[in-house]
């Protein structure tokens, strides 16, 4: 199935710099709201898997996973700070009335 | 002006500090010598997932083999370092060849402190600091086998949870009235031999072993206290010594570790120690202090490359480490050794607490069980060395951020 843009949540529904998560098509989905700007990426931390949207700290534009310190971009994925090596996975996102939907 | 840049330990400290020198743009050779045959890898698997057999060792790598030789740093693993000289410049190897250095850092860590008592060299008694010790213990772990676990620090506390993980038979016996006492104390330690229990660990605590018996091989070990535990085999981790012999007679200060300032430098001008073993000055909290911890190594590793550049940069991080026993989450942030006071947000017996250790209404260190988002934020506070509202600290409705958002 190619990727297209889902409805999601509703951006009401995110609070400002902070992460919710939902499950698209069988994905657990993190969506950050950082000053009205939304990102959303994998949930689960590339390292051990812990909840990005529960154990995430968000700074701007960055979540610090506090299982075990590794940091992302939420903007692209990339790694900021270890443990984590790999990248987490970004989704394409954008508004449309008041829903925020995802690409996937 | 191009230098020769020496690195020796090819430890997770070692092999950073060699990672950033060629990042910041070091002008010269950097090179990178380790005793220990692999390239340079994290130890933290090595007594949980690694253990447990669920992620192979590649992923414990700082970096994969081949981005030493493509990134411009010579390496000489494999290779034991035996004296350095610091004012005739050169390192001396056991096949007494010598290397020149301009500019070195020692990163050699530690090594396992021996336990010395009868039957100590009987077989089936494991220490854990390599990945070949991890492999050692891997081939004895078969579920239902008996093994006890000598000493409760934080790699007995790990290796024991890994071991129940598998279903093996777990018994573990401390000197101290509870796992991790010396650094956290009787209440929080008291959480921790809980949770152990909780899983099915038998434990000993307040008393020693006084030795182990079998023929070739271990079958029980014997306590002071007269108990006898029938076993299988044995995991030893009783702590680590900084491995400094091979600045016997080099002038180096050692003191519990080599010696370094702010800035990572021993008393040898262009001589600088990072990670384990270095017994740093930490400006934040007044006083020395040597760390056995994964985030110490990274960013102490950073900081001393930087400083080998010449770039003079304090090194006053906020030592932070985590310890995941079975399903719990450990952290601990700060340094401290002693306490007035214990202030709990959450309770204790609750499997979620952050546990401040307070002196002078100021935070020196936190604890946290599965309070990974506290202990991140308690972070600032220990910095700030400012004094702190201990009620608002222990209200679980006040967030953290608050204690420090204001003025």
């Known amino acids: ?104 | 002006m191009a230098q020769k840049f020496m690195i020796v330990g090819a430890s997770l400290a070692g092999a950073t500090a060699a990672i950033t020198l060629r990042e910041e743009g070091a002008d010269g050779t950097v090179t990178l010598i380790g005793a220990e045959h692999n390239a340079p890898y994290e130890r933290p698997p090595l007594s949980k997932a690694y253990l447990r057999g669920e992620v192979p060792f590649d992923k414990a790598l700082v970096r994969p083999a081949a981005f030493y030789a493509e990134h411009g740093i010579e390496t000489m693993f494999g290779t034991r370092v035996t004296h350095i000289d610091p004012s005739a410049r050169f390192v001396e190897l056991e096949d007494h060849r010598r290397v020149p250095f301009d500019t070195l850092l020692i990163a050699t860590g530690g090594r396992n402190r021996r336990i010395s008592i009868p039957g100590g060299d009987l077989e089936g008694i494991y220490g854990l600091r390599t990945v070949q010790d991890a492999d050692r213990i891997r081939r004895e772990m078969v579920a239902g086998r008996r093994v006890v676990v000598v000493g409760m620090g934080f790699i007995g506390s790990e290796v024991a949870a890994s071991l129940r993980q598998k279903n093996l038979d777990v018994v573990v016996i401390d000197p101290s009235k509870t796992p991790l006492f010396r650094v956290l104390g009787e209440a929080v330690g008291q959480t921790i031999a809980d949770l152990h229990r909780v899983h099915g660990v038998r434990t000993i605590f307040e008393d020693t072993v006084a030795a182990f018996e079998g023929t070739r091989r271990v079958n029980c070990v014997v306590t002071k206290g007269g108990l006898r535990v029938e076993c299988d085999f044995v995991v030893v981790g009783i702590g680590i010594e900084p491995a400094i012999d091979m600045l016997e007679g080099s002038g180096i200060v050692v003191d519990n570790g080599v010696v370094v300032d702010a800035y990572c430098e021993t008393n040898v001008n262009g001589v600088y120690a990072a990670g384990d073993v270095a017994n740093h000055y930490h400006p934040i909290f007044d006083r020395r202090i040597r760390v056995e911890h994964w985030q110490n190594a990274i960013k102490q590793g950073a900081a001393a490359a930087r400083n080998m550049l010449g770039k003079r940069i304090v090194y006053d991080e906020i030592h932070w480490f985590w310890s995941d026993q079975y399903d719990a989450n450990l952290q601990y942030a700060g340094s401290h050794t002693k306490w007035e006071q214990l202030v709990v947000r959450g309770r204790l017996d609750s499997r979620s607490y952050l546990a401040c250790y307070v002196n002078d209404g100021r935070i020196d260190a936190a604890v946290g069980l599965n309070r990974g988002k506290d202990v991140r934020r308690v972070m600032p506070l220990i910095k700030s060395r400012r004094a702190v509202d201990l009620e608002r600290l222990q209200d679980e409705v006040v967030d953290l951020r608050s204690l420090y958002a204001s003025p």
Not at chain 1, 30 to 43: C, E, P, S
Not at chain 1, 77 to 101: I, R
Request: proline letters at 5%; one cysteine or more.
């Open chain 1, 1 to 104: 199935m190619a990727a297209e843009f889902v409805t999601a949540i509703k951006t009401s529904d995110i609070p400002a710099n902070s992460i919710t998560a939902i499950d698209v098509h069988g994905t657990r989905v993190a969506i950050a709201n950082v000053g009205g700007t939304y990102y959303a990426f994998d949930d689960a931390c590339t390292h051990e898997q812990c909840s990005l949207s529960e154990e995430g700290e968000l700074a701007g534009t960055t979540v610090t996973c506090t299982c075990h310190g590794s940091e992302f971009d939420v903007r692209t994925g990339k790694v900021l700070a270890p443990p984590a090596t790999l990248p987490v996975t970004v989704y394409p996102v954008q508004v449309a009335g008041d829903s925020l939907q995802i690409k996937m």
